[in-house]
């Protein structure tokens, strides 16, 4: 039996897609020697560099390719270096000892230098009938594609032009079959091949076009701009967990502000975040729209300093109004305060979840975010100084500011936190004590702040 499985093996492995040939073959290519751009080894990470050389001998055609291209041409550091080669995963695994294999829909190689990945892909094949191990759904997207092929074939796989270069490790020169060349001096960002085609296949392209416009400021061409607006609901056929995904690199680069004001201009924005797309249209005096442009605005500045940026803060921040509006005509039906709050963040949650799937410890988070601004309200005996010691009071305190700012909480219960928690105890000890007679019995007076705007009270 064994001996069946072994031959069986053998067979199946010497049927291996063959690899590509060893040169370009296809007459558009435009070849851009080494004198021709700008880009130099000392800039590219050393570790790629070695995968480089390695694959190259050992016989392996070996290219960088993709946003570390484009990047390096505009003389920006890259996220990370990605290899593409005509070994398929098998090979690569036999060139790298420090290699694992990975991915299902495209199988991948991660060659490991420390905490460095450098992710090796083999070229990607066009499908055709006889060879169709790509598969589309009835909208076109497209579901599986796990075909090996030549460069050739793996530049239409690509999305943008600029996305589509290929730097040869054989004579440093960049490899160019779309004109991505062209459109990057342009700094144009155009599909490849028919927009609304390849929007149809991969819906998400359409994010990619409005967070790299952003990030590298570049224009989306005319062409591609246009099937957008039409296009933008194919995005809810996205598993949402790909979108949640989609959804931390547009709003935590650094460009988050730009990035939420283009998707709403495609109508891209309501099929990530649709019940703050709704909150956003019964805006009062701007007022919604507010708090979330400061949080976003707050965001991007502490990613220009240098400062960490939590997803679930500025998540708290984008249904912060969904779950107000909810809750207030809960309210209106008569609901007790403290479960109309709490049903109203349960049903926004896992509304939107339908469309970004956040993982469970980020809601979490954003709920603790939400309890916490009833609790700012009370300014005597021991509550405040236990609130300083939960674990979310900092986030919890930020997005008090950000209510404050934007004029959704009392500008003055938030100044009072500020000189609280920068107090020293005794200091802190005076600030929360009764106002004078008030132990007495003699003066009824009520120490809890009516919140004038957007909170429930302190005990919902
Ligand atoms: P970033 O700087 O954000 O990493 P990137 O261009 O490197 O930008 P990746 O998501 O890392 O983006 O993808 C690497 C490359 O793979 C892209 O440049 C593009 O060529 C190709 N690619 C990625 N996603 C898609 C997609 N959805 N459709 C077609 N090609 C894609
Ligand atoms: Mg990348």
Not at 366 to 378: A, G, H
Request: with cysteine; aromatic share 10%; net charge positive.
């Amino acid at each position: 039996m064994r001996a069946i499985l072994n031959f069986l093996k053998k067979i199946i492995k010497g049927n291996k897609a063959e690899v590509a040939p060893a040169t370009p073959v296809d007459t558009n290519v435009r070849i851009y020697a080494r004198s021709e751009h700008t880009i130099s080894r000392s800039q590219i990470s050393e570790n790629a560099l070695k995968v480089l050389y390695r694959l190259q001998k050992e016989g392996y055609e070996a290219y960088l390719v993709g946003g570390c291209v484009r990047d390096l041409l505009l003389g920006r550091e890259p996220k990370d270096f990605d290899v593409v080669t005509n070994a398929d995963p098998e090979q690569v695994k036999k060139v790298f000892r420090n290699c694992r294999l990975i991915g299902r829909r495209f199988r991948l190689a991660h060659v490991h230098f420390g905490r460095e990945i450098i992710e090796v892909a083999t070229f990607r094949g066009a499908s055709d009938s006889e060879n169709n191990k790509q598969v589309l759904d009835k909208e076109g997207r497209l579901l599986r594609d796990n075909i090996y092929g030549s460069i050739e074939e793996d530049v239409w796989r690509r999305d943008f032009t600029v996305n589509a270069l290929y730097y040869n490790i054989k004579d440093f020169s960049v490899v160019d079959y779309v004109h991505g060349m062209d459109d990057h001096k342009a700094a144009t960002l155009k599909l490849i091949g028919d927009p609304a085609t390849r929007f149809r296949e991969d819906p998400v392209r359409m994010i990619r076009a409005v967070r790299f416009a952003v990030k590298l400021g570049f224009n989306i061409h005319a062409d591609c701009e246009k099937p957008m607006h039409d296009l933008a609901g194919l995005l809810a056929s996205i598993p949402s967990a790909r979108l949640y995904d989609e959804a931390l690199k547009l709003f935590l680069s650094g460009y988050a502000l730009q990035t939420f004001e283009m998707l709403r201009h495609y109508g891209l924005f309501k099929e990530l975040f649709p019940a703050t797309e709704a909150s956003l249209a019964i805006e009062e005096d701007g007022f919604p729209r507010q708090l979330l442009v400061k949080a976003l605005e707050n965001s991007d500045n502490r990613i220009a300093q240098g400062k960490t940026v939590t997803a679930y803060f500025l998540f708290a921040a984008f249904l912060w109004e969904p779950v107000q509006i909810l809750a207030k005509k809960k309210l209106s039906r008569g609901d007790p305060e403290f479960i109309a709050y709490q049903e109203a963040a349960n049903e926004v949650l896992s509304r939107q979840v339908k469309s970004t799937a956040m993982p469970k410890h980020i809601t979490l988070a954003m709920r603790e975010v939400w309890s916490l601004q009833p609790k700012f309200n009370i300014r005597v005996g021991s509550k405040p100084s236990r609130l300083l010691t939960h674990p979310r009071f900092r986030a919890g305190y930020d997005f008090l500011l950000l209510r404050a700012e934007s004029g959704g909480a009392d500008a003055e219960v938030a100044e009072w936190w500020t000189r609280y928690h920068l107090a020293d105890e005794n200091e802190q000890r005076k600030m929360t004590q009764p106002p004078r007679g008030a132990a007495t019995g003699k003066r009824k007076r009520t120490y809890r702040r009516k919140p004038k705007s957007d909170t429930p009270s302190p005990d919902a």
